[in-house]
């Protein structure tokens, strides 16, 4: 207010002793006025000192908003109060301390109520009735059951106008709250704005120690841990826990299927979830080697919302971050699932990232710790399944394993020979093994014993043995391995099966396996001969003579038969039944049976000398051939079985075999059989019949290798005129052939083939054949 100039009076020239009085009165009023003045000014700057040297003791968030609100609250005269800082990251408002009964850290977003509006408009706001309001948010009333009644909010600011929060007070105490309790907070809060920017500062970065000693702590934890299954649980555990989110899932990536994988999923029941590494939000991460942060997952296209269908689980915000290992490749992908706060931030990002990183090293170590768990348990099974004994020993000659083949095989508990010495094992007569593992661990080369045998018990037991040198992969040795295969069974089944068959085709079909024994459909060629006149033959000997006599030739049979790879089916009384290429087939099955029925032939002449000299008689056979499709395996009955061949073929291997008496011939074989002949034998067309229960004719051939200069002279010209006859013959040239087979008659008088077809020509020439005449014949004999 200026100063004014007024004129005098007497009373102000003068003053009389009434004046005096009031001048006197006046005078203490003005002076108690300044006094006053002074006195709020001087506490107004208490205050701001009381205040900054409060804050400036004090080390830590929480301590500074506390004093600073208690100071605000009391000054002002209001029943509670409230700090609110921003959070930059996650757009919200936080109150890490409040009076009352509520003592708890409460989020808004800073858009929002009247702490939002003072923070956006950056301006104060004085409310004296708070439910009139509409910006007034009065849920945090219903859950705590307190009444607002009246809000003073300034903004905080800093000394350069920075806005960081804003600073609530609310009911006053007595009457209502005025522009100067609105100016008084204003300056508190921008006095204490220093104080909480450094709080906040120091706050952070013990926050960001805290979390780096955890992070240490977690990984530690993590790479301790070698079991995939529980490391994957620890990982999404930490990883929800970490970036505060609902639920989070580490996918791996199996290389085989091209799937990323997850074993477990937080908050949701265990179980495996596979999807092909190049779909989805996950699969575009694993492809891309990229990051994706999706802050509205329905409202990216990549999102596919099946799966919240499926479980009734609402994605709201995702992080997806590659799995890298070490080398720089992506083994896989973290997914972590609705921050509780707000979008996930470009830090959550980095520290997943980190996070995985870490992590990564232990997925890689448990994975290949998983990998040769599999590969041990592999090999246990493995070795448990063997039916060959599998000993390993160290370099102090003690047994490090010993599966169950190689307990039974040494009479022994597999499990109680661990750890004791090899001597324990092979001693006594099987000291011998100890001589070469001695050797094997000398010399580092394998060495092996075929067809030997153990003494366990008083019991040999046949085996091949094998003993091999154990290297490390710096090639150091490590022990010896002793493989003990058991051959006893395999032995007696070999003796058994060397009874009908070649002993190499034993052999052949042990290594084969057993499925051949069960039944097979297959081309083989069906051996029968016969004794000729075996009755009159034996009618002078008695039991014992025709045993030893029947013995002896079927030795001799047997052995031809084996030798040239045959298999004996069965003996039918004097007849042998025989087949090539059942149950092991050869490319020259047909030459192989032709072949042994010329050396049966030669045999019986050979064994039939020895006969005549010893005053015996003679024996003579006649073998049929045929080959065909037929059915070979085990047939019988459960209590009797027989390895046998059926079949059309088997039964005109027969009817040859008994038209040798016919035909006067000794081997008789079929077109089906000659045609198939890879060798050249000396052999002619003997006819074309239609066999009994036949209706197609067959040709039928007779091999005469068997013969020598001086049991058929003049083969070669004999053979030439009978084939010119049966060519007349089948030309219906009927007289032309009478002297052609009479010439042949003439060069072996004992020929029955060329005395049966001039037989047949006189027929023919006084009764002519039809026209579709073919020159096939019926046997009416079996």
Known sequence: ??????????????????????????????????????????????????????????????????????????????????????????????????????????????????????????????????????????????????????????????????????????????????????????????????????????????????????????????????????????????????????????????????????????????????????????????????????????????????????????????????????????????????????????????????????????????????????MKNYNENMLESMSNGVITLDVERKVVTCNTSGGRILRLDAQGVLSKPAEQLFEGPNAWVLEKIARVTEKQVPESTMDTALEMGGEKVSINLTVLPLKGVDKKSLGTMVLIDDISSEKRIKATMSRYMDANIADQLLSTGADLLGGQALTATVLFSDIRGFTPLTENLGAAATVSLLNEYFTLMVDVIQKHGGMLDKFIGDAIMAGFGVPVPHEDDEDRAVRTAIQMISQLTEWNAKRVLEGKLPVNIGVGLNTDSLIAGNIGSLKRMDFTMIGDGVNLASRLESACKQYGAQILVSENTFKRLRGTYRARLVDNVIVKGKTQAVSIYEIMDYHTDQSFPGMAEFLQIFRLAMDQYRGRKFKEAISAFSEAKRLRPEDKVSKMYLERCDHYLREPPPEDWNGAWTLTEK
Request: charge should be positive; glycine fraction near 8%.
């Open 1 to 374: 207010m200026k100063n004014e100039t007024l004129p005098m009076t007497p009373a102000a020239a003068g003053p009389g002793k009434s004046g005096r009085a009031k001048a006197a009165g006046r005078a203490p009023r003005a002076n108690g006025a300044a006094q006053s003045q002074i006195s709020r000014r001087l506490r107004h700057v208490e205050l701001m000192l009381e205040i900054t040297r409060k804050m400036a003791a004090m080390d830590s968030l929480d301590d500074v908003l506390h004093t600073l609100l208690t100071l605000s609250t009391r000054e002002i005269g209001a029943e509670r109060g409230s700090l609110f800082l921003n959070d930059e990251k996650t757009g919200e408002l936080y109150s890490r301390v409040a009076q009352g009964n509520v003592n708890r850290e409460i989020r808004l977003l800073n858009t929002s109520g009247i702490a939002g509006n003072v923070f956006t408009s950056g301006e104060s706001l004085m409310i004296q009735d708070a439910y009139a309001d509409p910006r007034f948010n009065r849920s945090i009333d219903e859950q705590t059951g307190y009444v607002t009644r009246s809000i003073l909010c300034v903004p905080i600011r800093t000394v350069k106008g920075d806005l960081i929060g804003v600073a609530q007070t609310l009911n006053k105490v007595k009457g209502k709250f005025t522009y100067g309790d609105m100016k008084l907070l204003e300056e508190m809060t921008t006095q204490g704005a220093i104080a909480l920017q450094t709080a906040q500062y120091i706050d952070r970065m013990n926050q960001i120690r805290k979390q780096e000693l955890e992070f240490l702590d977690m990984v530690s934890e993590m790479t301790a841990d070698i079991k995939i299954g529980s490391l994957l649980q620890k990982v999404m555990s930490e990883a929800t826990r970490m970036l505060d989110a609902e639920r989070s899932t580490l996918f791996l990536n199996d290389p085989r299927t091209n799937e990323l994988w997850s074993q477990v999923g937080q908050g949701l029941d265990s179980l495996q979830i596979k999807l092909p590494n190049h779909l989805g939000i996950a699969g575009a991460v694993f492809t891309s080697g990229k990051s994706i942060n999706i802050p509205y997952a329905y409202a990216d296209l990549r999102f596919n919302p099946a799966f919240d269908k499926k479980t009734g689980f609402f994605t709201r915000s995702i992080l997806c971050v590659p799995v890298v290992n070490q080398h720089g490749k992506v083994i896989g992908v973290t997914q972590v699932l609705n921050k509780k706060s707000g979008p996930f931030s470009a830090e959550d990002e980095q520290r997943l990232k980190a996070f995985t990183a870490q992590v990564a090293i232990a997925l890689e170590n448990a994975k290949l710790f998983a990998d040769v768990q599999a």
